[in-house]
Nanobody
Framework: QVQLVESGGGLVQPGGSLRLSCAVS????????MAWYRQAPGKERELVAL???????TCADSVKGRFTISRDNAKKTVYLEMNSLKPEDTAVYYC????????WGQGTQVIVSS
């Protein structure tokens, strides 16, 4: 059974930074594209950034230039570096395959507020 464990969220002031981590267990990791998603209160879950197995990355326009996705295949972990955070980045952040086909983890809460 695949398990996704997200961590690294918290309360941060506007303009601040956070680094999220997602550890994957129970599956091969390196052959899959991975992604970060987020869900703000009252909104649908949305794709934030993805990284293919080749290392190719892309992200949503709303976070372009501020967020960076990366992966460590040896550690079976995907990261999301978030800089210049804005209140509208407040959400629960989740990782999953780029196809979103694995069971969802518990997510990690990010709150951007002064």
């Amino acid at each position: 059974q695949v398990q996704l464990v997200e961590s690294g969220g918290g309360l941060v002031q506007p303009g601040g930074s956070l680094r999220l981590s997602c550890a994957v267990s129970g599956s091969i990791f390196s052959i899959y594209g991975m992604a970060w998603y987020r869900q703000a209160p009252g909104k649908e879950r949305e794709l934030v950034a993805l990284i293919r197995e080749s290392g190719y990355t892309t992200c949503a326009d709303s976070v372009k230039g501020r967020f960076t996705i990366s992966r460590d295949n040896a550690k079976k972990t995907v990261y999301l570096e978030m800089n210049s955070l804005k209140p509208e980045d407040t959400a629960v952040y989740y990782c999953n395959r780029d196809s979103a086909s694995w069971p969802w983890g518990q997510g990690t809460q990010v709150i951007v507020s002064s």
